[in-house]
């Protein structure tokens, strides 16, 4: 049973993929009543490449707890219709469809708001809404190349390199998620809803702006642009039997760093601090290679320095921290089998995210939606012959 803070409130889910599951999972997380609007095929991920079972992959599991399913097919006006119905009740509504695409189906901002004034809708796009690209479709690789992220990723190779992840998609999906719940509020607070366009280039720009832009915040540009970042400080240094990583971002922690491993020269005084940051990174790449990191970590944990390991995801699941913290649990889903699931990232000490609801097998709540919606069982029967719904 939910109870988290958004507990009450009703979100339809026209979403596929990654952003947009992402976006209202975490709303479910919060407690939300997310209804997943699903075509007859499925969401895509459902049937997507990678691990699966029962019907599942891995990649739905993991982005589509806390939902309920329907299936309507919303290419059919009986089916756009009740789309429309649904969202009387419903306080928002997620979509992710190329821009264009649900104001031609009818199911766009002006045609929900025409049935429910104050509901929150929220569209989450490629790109910004003028330009020859705000129509264009767009994937986590053209954002994250498009944003400045490959670039920031390879300066030290000059190769730029896509972190290996969906991370504009995450990204993009926190931002509306953070929109929403932001809207959500205003609607209550002030009697109002409103549409919400999240472009995934400008989610991601926002994202990476301080990194990114760094050598050209402060005008003019051309005063500042050699100081676009190139620190190697914050890759993982080599150990003699894996990898660590520290974070001596302060005078204080630098100098206890060089103390701490038996080297105070490594961090001498001096006018040049750039060299001097250069010098102390290339002593300690000498020096970490002669132990393993868990002989490190103590002496760097005693000197107070920001530091740990570099795990893989066999090597952190079994990690005593995040066990004893709970952070990932385990649970029974009736076709999938046992699944590990990573917990929300917030913790609530009075209304708590957690998993409440196991990811929807295809249609599986279609009846108990449209009963609750007050459509009769001899039209549920009819929109079923049709093969509106399934």
Not at 149 to 165: C, D, E, F, R
Not at 337 to 354: H, I, L, Y
Request: hydrophobic share 40%.
């Amino acid at each position: 049973m939910a109870d988290g803070p958004l507990i009450g409130f009703r979100v339809l889910d026209l979403t596929a993929v990654i952003s947009g599951p992402f976006c209202t999972q975490l709303l479910g997380d919060l407690g939300a009543d997310v209804i997943k609007i699903e075509s007859p095929e499925g969401d895509s991920m459902r049937r997507g490449v990678g691990p699966q079972r029962g019907g599942l992959t891995a990649s739905f599991l993991n982005f589509n707890r806390n939902k309920r399913s329907i299936v309507i097919d919303i290419k059919k006006e009986h089916g756009r219709d009740l789309v429309r119905r649904l969202a009387v009740k419903a306080d928002a509504l997620v979509e992710n469809n190329r821009p264009g695409v649900a104001e031609r189906l009818g199911i766009g901002y002006s045609d929900i708001r025409h049935a429910n004034p104050k509901i929150v809708y929220c569209s989450i796009c490629g790109f910004p809404p003028k330009g020859r690209l705000a129509n264009f479709p767009a994937y986590d690789p053209v954002i994250q190349g498009y944003s400045g992220m490959a670039y920031i990723q390879g300066v030290k190779t000059g190769q730029p390199t896509a972190v290996k992840m969906a991370l504009a998609d995450k990204v993009s999906g926190m931002t509306a998620a953070l929109a929403v719940v932001s809207a959500l509020h205003a609607a209550r607070a002030r009697g109002v809803g409103q549409y919400i366009k999240v472009p995934m280039l400008e989610a991601m720009m926002a994202f990476t702006a301080n990194d990114s832009i760094y050598g050209y915040t402060l005008l003019p540009e051309d005063e500042f642009k050699h100081l676009a970042p190139k620190s190697t400080s914050l890759d993982p240094f080599k150990t003699k039997d894996g990898w660590l990583t520290i974070a001596p971002f302060t005078e204080a922690q630098s100098q206890r760093l060089a103390e701490a491993v038996g080297h105070p020269e490594f961090w001498p005084e001096t006018s040049d601090r750039r060299e001097r940051g250069r010098s102390f990174m290339r002593g300690l790449a000498k020096l970490f290679p002669e132990k393993n990191t868990a002989e490190w970590l103590p002496v760097l944990e005693k000197a107070d320095i920001p530091c740990g390991p570099v795990h893989n995801y066999e090597t952190l699941l079994q990690d005593p921290e995040i066990i004893e913290n709970e952070s990932f649990s385990i649970y029974e889903h009736p076709s999938a089998g046992q699944v590990r699931a990573v917990n929300p990232g917030a913790r609530f000490s009075e209304t708590p995210m957690k998993m409440w609801r196991v990811p929807p097998k295809l249609g599986e709540h279609t009846d108990e939606i449209l009963r609750e919606a007050g459509i009769e069982r001899s039209q549920v029967d009819e929109l079923r012959a049709a093969k509106v719904i399934m």
